[in-house]
């Protein structure tokens, strides 16, 4: 991993290679035990993953079905439902100590999506937006789709998880779940927006656009 960016004693880190699932849920849980902050951008090997709400139902294929297409299922003591992992995606992860410094959650969540418009809004000219029904960022025209899954954990004031870009992924991973309780139809892409152009420099781009973004906003 490089690190890129340290400001307001925050690491940020950038993965160049794919990343599993499993060892990143290790890194978090050491994280909060010694209260260690940092941002770490990376990819992750194609894998579902359920929250503490995911319903039994999103699941559209056995754990049989899963493991003969490579795909790995992991619980997790995250909020939300079923989501996907897949290569081509653009996974944050934010590992931010609330109570050093004085931030409600609430807050905490605000920087998160104002830092990912706007950063978005920078890289690719693509406006977002949030929808109040249902958590992540979805694309402003018609049909509304759905660009940015999140899923944050906040355990003794210290948060982990955090959200993942569909990038130049194919998506064909969300077809096995609904993906938040919704359809995999609603999902979208950079690719299937058409804005996959240079994508190797534009992920850079915009991980330093968040990252710039969300520590100048940081108490």
Not at 27 to 48: A, D, I
Request: glycine content about 8%; some cysteine; proline content about 5%.
């Amino acid at each position: 991993m490089t690190k890129f960016l340290h400001r307001k004693g925050l690491p940020s880190y950038l993965f160049p290679s794919i990343v599993s699932y499993q060892r990143y849920v290790k890194f978090q849980e050491n994280s909060r035990k010694n209260r260690r902050e940092s941002m770490l951008f990376l990819e992750h090997s194609p894998c579902l993953t359920g929250g503490i709400g995911a319903k039994a139902e999103n699941l559209l294929v056995s754990p049989t079905v899963l493991s003969s297409l490579g795909v790995e299922l992991v619980t997790l003591s995250r909020g939300g439902d079923f989501t996907a992992h897949e290569p081509g995606q653009i996974v944050g992860y934010l590992h931010i100590d609330l109570k050093k410094r004085n931030l409600s959650l609430g807050d905490f969540l605000h920087i998160l999506n104002q830092s990912l418009v706007a950063s978005i809004e920078k890289t690719w000219d693509l406006s977002v937006e949030e929808n109040p029904k249902a958590p992540g960022l979805y694309t402003i025209e018609e049909p509304k789709r759905k660009l940015v899954s999140e899923g944050i954990y906040a355990k003794s004031y210290f948060t982990s998880f955090g959200f993942a870009l569909n990038g130049v992924n194919n998506l064909s991973t969300f077809s096995l779940i609904n993906p938040c309780g919704a359809k995999s139809e609603d999902m979208t892409s950079l690719l299937r927006l058409g804005k996959e152009k240079d994508f190797p420099k534009k992920r850079k781009e915009f991980v330093l656009n968040f990252t710039q973004n969300f520590i100048d906003q940081l108490p």
